[in-house]
């Protein structure tokens, strides 16, 4: 168990782990989704069939018509991937333009729900065993797990999440979908018990998820990795946020630089540190002294140098509030392995 408060960030590299797509991997797998065309001028020969049927149930409610303002919006940000950092980064820029930010979030929704099937931490009902832990225990998941139990017996776990919180930048659901099934087996506990002690745990996600699970809300729900219709992905779309819709959202950011205030460690896993994840982290508060560790894997030796200047300055106005950092060359689950004592107990 966390003896301090501790916040986790965590990016792409984390769900890596789990075989998520990452950079530009996953810009490639929007591109192809969103790259429209038709033979002919009817028959589909590139892009994704269900993002197209998704459009059209779209102008329908709306009662329109002409599909092709989506397709071409759909074929610039393809045709755009391989300049971008990444899809957030490109949303941005046309933020103003609410054709191209439907379009994005349609083609992310529809990358990361397939990215959740396809993943190590995926339900296969066709086995005996639903969730498959062999296949994680190589990931991070299961080296934070062992150090969230480490010393908790099955009568005290009410406070297991006490002192850590998680602000993820990623749009799957792969922390809290993991906890409860590790939690349920680990303690031996009904399913509907585990869900209730992860409901206990706080998750932010400042680009929002591509959905709520179903034991988080009752209505609208969307599974991990759900195999969805067309007409569904228009609103697990909208549940996704664009960098400029989270700088407007001032609740979200208060609970997120609150938990940093009250922090005294932040840990950075599979991060990447961009300049506007960077920004959204930036606190004009000063909070209580900390430690801060991250992982920066591949990481030229002058981009390390930026990005620790970078995490200090976001910190807060006084340098001082950093008693130590360490970035380390680690992959997460390595990374944890390597710092689990000092981050648990300093």
């Given at each position: 168990m966390f003896e301090r408060p501790t916040v986790f960030i965590v990016g792409a590299g984390a769900s890596r782990e789990a075989r998520f797509p990452m950079g530009a991997e996953l810009k490639g797998?929007?591109?192809?989704k969103l790259d429209i065309?038709?033979?002919?001028?009817?028959?589909?020969?590139?892009?994704?069939?269900?993002?197209?049927?998704?459009?059209?149930?779209?102008?329908?409610?709306?009662?329109?018509?002409?599909?092709?303002?989506?397709?071409?919006?759909?074929?610039?940000?393809?045709?755009?991937?391989?300049?971008?950092?990444?899809?957030?980064?490109y949303l941005h820029a046309h933020a103003t333009d609410s054709v191209v930010v439907q379009m994005g979030k349609l083609g992310i929704a529809s990358s990361i729900l397939e990215a959740e099937a396809r993943s190590l931490?995926?339900?296969?009902?066709?086995r005996r065993e639903p969730f498959s832990f062999s296949g994680t225990v190589d990931t991070w998941y299961n080296v934070f797990f062992q150090m969230l139990t480490e010393g908790v017996q099955r009568d005290d776990l009410g406070g297991i999440f006490s002192n850590v919180s998680f602000i993820t930048f990623n749009y799957d659901r792969c922390i809290e979908h993991y906890l409860v099934h590790a939690l349920s087996n680990y303690y031996r506990l009904p399913d509907s018990e585990a869900e209730e002690l992860v409901r206990?745990?706080?998750?932010?996600?400042?680009?929002?998820?591509?959905?709520?699970?179903?034991?988080?809300?009752?209505?609208g729900s969307v599974s991990f990795g759900k195999s969805f219709h067309a007409q569904e992905l228009p609103v697990i779309a909208e549940q996704i946020r664009t960098f400029t819709e989270r700088v407007e959202n001032d609740a979200m950011l208060a609970r997120m630089h609150r938990l940093l205030i009250e922090a005294e460690v932040v840990v950075y896993l599979g991060f990447s540190y961009g300049d506007m994840n960077m920004e959204l982290l930036s606190l004009d508060e000063r909070g209580v002294q900390r430690s801060v560790f991250g992982t920066s894997f591949g990481l030229s030796a002058p981009n390390k140098t930026a990005i620790e200047r970078d995490i200090v300055n976001s910190?807060?106005?006084?340098?001082?509030?950093?008693?130590?950092?360490?970035?380390?060359?680690?992959k997460c689950a390595d990374f944890l392995s390597a710092y689990w004592k000092p981050i648990m107990r300093g």
């Open positions: 797998t929007i591109a192809n065309q038709h033979q002919d001028g009817y028959s589909l020969s590139k892009g994704d069939t269900r993002i197209v049927s998704a459009v059209l149930h779209l102008l329908q409610k709306e009662q329109r018509q002409d599909p092709n303002p989506h397709f071409n919006a759909g074929r610039a940000i393809a045709g755009a991937m391989g300049q971008a950092i990444s899809i957030d980064n931490l995926a339900i296969k009902p066709d206990m745990l706080c998750i932010e996600h400042p680009y929002g998820q591509v959905g709520r699970l179903p034991w988080q809300i009752p209505h910190m807060g106005p006084e340098r001082a509030v950093v008693e130590s950092l360490e970035l380390a060359d680690l």
